[in-house]
Every structure is written in C-alpha cells, then in structure tokens.
T-cell receptor, first 115, second 111 residues
C-alpha cells in the first residue's frame, strides 16, 4: 500500500459524459501527478500539481482538466468522453515538486470504461 | 520525448539474468525505473542521476551512460517475483519537468 488513494476504482459511462476522478496523496506529499495508461501507449503523463499550483503539463487534452485543493487532494475532470478515453488513470504523489529527483508513489488507479 | 525501451518482452527461467535498456534522443538528467505487476500500480525501483548519484533498492542494479543517453536495468538471478512490466521514466532537465515514461518491457520469469 503506497498511501495514495484513488476513487472510484471502476467507472463505466457513456460517450459524451463527464466524470471526476479523485486522488488523495500520501500524508505530507505536496506533489500530485496524473497519468493515463492504455495498452499500447504505456504511462502517459497528463499533469502535475505542486502545493495547489499547476507545475507541469503533458499531453493532456483540452477536454481534461485538473485541480489540487488546499487539503492537497486532487481531482481530474474528463468531459465529452470518447471511446478512446477508456484507460487506467493513475495518480501519484511525491514529497516535493522536482520530479527529476523524487520517487513517485502510485495509487491503485481508476479504470474508466467509456461505452 | 518518450524514451525507447528494449526489448519489448523477455521470458526467463528462474535464476537467469536479463538486461532492460532505456534510450533517449536527448541528453539525460535522470532516469527512473518502476515495476508494475498485472493489475497493480507501478512501484518505484531506482533513480539514477547525471553525475552518478543513485537512490533506490539495494538489490536492484542499473547503469547510466550519459554519453550514450541510455540507462540499463540489470536483473540477475531472476526470481518468480521479478515478473511484471518494467518502465523507465526520463527527465531531460534538472528544472523539475515531469517524467516521460517508455512503453515498458514485459518480463516473465518461469519456474
């Protein structure tokens, strides 16, 4: 158990819908990262927040957005869902903002299925 | 840019050795290695930094070749528990930009 929690574990929805994925980092960690994992693409970095502020952005679609709240939990919002958005979404946390030197602790993931 | 991992997959018998490579098209600042078992979250193995610093699990061995822009993970005397998918994540800068992960190398250790 990494100490990172994600809810829900599974999510099944229809195309065009909007969903929210939630992540609570390990106690004391200030950085939260979101990743998308599909079969053929491996781990794709989406976005990082550090202490409430956006720190780095990856290949995140405009239909996706995220935020980190004062209690440091984070939410990833996915809207106008398409079949191709079906994937496993991981959240990870680390103590500091510099991802080049800090190990990341991954949550169990949320499996999103878009029908 | 996404690093390239090789091989894509490898099957070993218990006790055999394997090497997994991770190559970057740009100069490397740090390389991170993670292992993911089926249906589970990735788990941290090791970080290697430009300049030779390393941190991670003592039983894991890896190298960082700055000139070749490449890192290699060495799995010796493999055990059944080593099975999983190994990902390398690279940082090309020390300014804290996020990691780019490779597509992974699937390792299966058989009895």
């Amino acid at each position: 158990d990494s100490g990172v929690t994600q809810t829900p574990k599974h999510l099944i929805t229809a195309t065009g819908q909007r969903v929210t994925l939630r992540c609570s980092p390990r106690s004391g960690d200030l950085s939260v990262y979101w990743y998308q994992q599909s079969l053929d693409q491996g781990l794709q970095f989406l976005i990082q927040y550090y202490n409430g502020e956006e720190r780095a952005k990856g290949n995140i679609l405009e239909r996706f957005s995220a935020q980190q709240f004062p209690d440091l939990h984070s939410e990833l919002n996915l809207s106008s869902l398409e079949l191709g958005d079906s994937a496993l979404y991981f959240c990870a946390s680390s103590p500091e903002g510099d991802s080049s030197y800090n190990e990341q602790f991954f949550g169990p993931g949320t499996r999103l299925t878009v029908l | 840019q996404q690093p390239v991992q090789s091989p894509q997959a490898v099957i070993l018998r218990e006790g055999e050795d394997a090497v997994i490579n991770c190559s970057s098209s740009k100069a490397l600042y740090s390389v991170h290695w993670y292992r993911q078992k089926h249906g589970e979250a990735p788990v941290f193995l090791m970080i290697l930094l430009k300049g030779g610093e390393q941190k991670g699990h003592e039983k894991i061995s890896a190298s960082f070749n700055e000139k070749k822009q490449q890192s290699s993970l060495y799995l010796t005397a493999s055990q059944l528990s080593y099975s999983g998918t190994y990902f390398c994540g690279i940082s090309n800068s020390n300014s804290g930009y996020a990691l780019n992960f490779g597509k992974g190398t699937s390792l299966l250790v058989t009895p």
